[in-house]
C-alpha cells in the first residue's frame, strides 16, 4: 500500500527526491520514515517525520543535504536528496510507523513499501 518511487542515477553532488505514495490513505495520522539499505549491510534509518510534519528526525550523516516533508491531503511524503554522495547509494524504503511521533527505530514501523533504487557515482 505504500509505494515508493523517485530513485535513479546521479553524479555525487547531484540531487534526487523520492516520493512515497499511500494509496489506501493509511499513514495520515501515523509518523513516516525512510530507510536505506546499501548491499550487504544491514537496513538502517534515514529520516522520520511526524503525522502533522511538526517534528522531523534525521540520521546524522544525512543533517543538512536531505529534507522530508509531507502533504496529507495528497497522501504524500518526499524526501529531498542534495549533494548526494557515493555513500548514499543505497535501496530508499519508505514506512508508516506504529505511533504519531518521529522515531528511528525498525521495530515501530509496520507497514514497509517496496524500494526505490538510488546509485551515486563519484
Known amino acids: 500500500q505504500l509505494q515508493a518511487s523517485g530513485g535513479g542515477s546521479v553524479q555525487a553532488g547531484g540531487s534526487l527526491r523520492l516520493s512515497c505514495a499511500d494509496s489506501?490513505?493509511?499513514?495520515?495520522?501515523?509518523?513516516v520514515g525512510w530507510f536505506r539499505q546499501a548491499p550487504g549491510k544491514e537496513r538502517e534509518f534515514v529520516a522520520s517525520?511526524?503525522?502533522?510534519?511538526?517534528?522531523?528526525l534525521y540520521k546524522d550523516s544525512v543533517k543538512g543535504r536531505f529534507a522530508i516533508s509531507r502533504d496529507n491531503d495528497k497522501n504524500m511524503v518526499y524526501l529531498q536528496m542534495n549533494s548526494l554522495k557515493s555513500e548514499d547509494t543505497a535501496v530508499y524504503y519508505c514506512?508508516?510507523?506504529?505511533?504519531?511521533?518521529?522515531?528511528?527505530?525498525?521495530?515501530?514501523?509496520?507497514?514497509w513499501g517496496q524500494g526505490t533504487l538510488v546509485t551515486v557515482s563519484s
Open positions: 517525520i511526524s503525522w502533522n510534519g511538526g517534528s522531523t
Open positions: 514506512a508508516k510507523a506504529r505511533t504519531a511521533a518521529v522515531s528511528s527505530q525498525k521495530a515501530l514501523y509496520n507497514s
Open positions: 489506501r490513505r493509511t499513514f495520515t495520522n501515523n509518523g
